[in-house]
C-alpha cells in the first residue's frame, strides 16, 4: 500500500463534481415555487453536504414536515431538469482516481446527495460499478452524524486511521472528525477554506490532483 492510508472517501458535490452553482440556483429556484424568500448565494452554500431535508430546514426552520416534501421536490424538478447534462467533474479528478485504484487504494463516496441523483451521475460518469462503495444522505444519517463514515469503514472492514475524508464543506470535515478519521480540505468548493481551517484537515488543496501527490509523496 502506498501510504498508511487504505481507504479514501470523497464527498461529490463541490469536491469532485463543479455542481456548486447548480445546486444554489437550483435553491433559489426552489424558494421562488415556494413562495418563500430566496437566500443568498453564501447562505445556500453553506447548507451544502447536508441532506436535502436538513439543508432546507437550516434555511428555512419554520417549515411544517409537508412544506419541507414540497420544496424540496421544488428543488428537484429544478435541479433535475438543468442536470440533463451532469456537472462535470473538477480538472485532475478522473485521472487521480484511476490512479488511486491502480495503486489499490480502496475508494468510497460519502455524499448530501440523495441515492437517486448519486446514482444518476455515477451513471453519467460510467462509474456504476468504480467504487468500493458509496453512502447516499436519504439512505443514512445525515453529515455531521458519522453513520455514514462508519457504514463505510465497516464495508470495507478499514480501521478509521487508515481512512481519509474529502471535502470542501465543514459538515464533510467534521463528520470526519465525529468518525476519528483524517481529512482534507478542499478550497474550490462550497465553502472558504479559513473555515475549514478549523477543523484541522491534515491537508489543505487548491487542485484535485495535489491529493495524489502528497499521497504519492507519503509513500517513499
Not at 54 to 62: G, Q
Not at 109 to 114: F, L, M, S
Not at 203 to 218: P, Q, T, Y
Request: glycine share 8%; proline share 5%; with cysteine.
Amino acid at each position: 500500500m502506498p501510504s498508511e492510508y487504505k481507504l479514501l472517501i470523497f464527498d461529490w458535490d463541490g469536491t469532485l463534481a463543479d455542481s456548486i452553482g447548480r445546486i444554489v440556483t437550483s435553491m433559489q429556484g426552489a424558494a421562488q415555487r415556494a413562495g418563500r424568500p430566496e437566500r443568498d448565494d453564501e447562505a445556500v452554500k453553506g447548507i451544502i453536504g447536508l441532506g436535502l431535508p436538513e439543508a432546507i430546514l437550516t434555511l428555512y426552520p419554520d417549515l411544517t414536515e409537508a412544506q419541507v416534501i414540497a420544496f424540496r421536490q421544488h428543488y428537484a424538478d429544478i435541479y433535475i431538469a438543468s442536470d440533463a447534462e451532469p456537472s462535470p467533474l473538477f480538472a485532475g479528478v478522473a485521472e487521480s482516481l484511476e490512479s488511486f485504484r491502480d495503486q489499490g487504494y480502496r475508494l468510497a463516496v460519502a455524499t448530501g446527495k440523495a441515492r437517486r441523483g448519486l446514482d444518476r451521475v455515477l451513471k453519467a460518469q460510467g462509474w456504476e460499478g468504480f467504487f468500493d462503495i458509496t453512502r447516499a444522505a436519504d439512505e443514512t444519517a445525515s453529515k455531521p452524524d458519522p453513520l455514514m463514515l462508519n457504514q463505510i469503514l465497516a464495508h470495507c472492514d478499514v480501521p478509521a486511521q487508515q481512512a481519509l475524508m474529502v471535502g470542501d464543506a465543514s459538515f464533510d470535515l467534521l463528520m470526519a472528525r465525529n468518525a476519528g478519521i483524517d481529512s482534507v480540505a478542499v478550497s474550490y468548493g462550497a465553502q472558504s477554506i479559513e473555515r475549514l481551517r478549523t477543523f484541522g484537515p491534515a491537508l489543505e488543496i487548491n487542485h484535485f490532483s495535489e491529493l495524489r501527490a502528497w499521497l504519492h509523496g507519503r509513500a517513499h
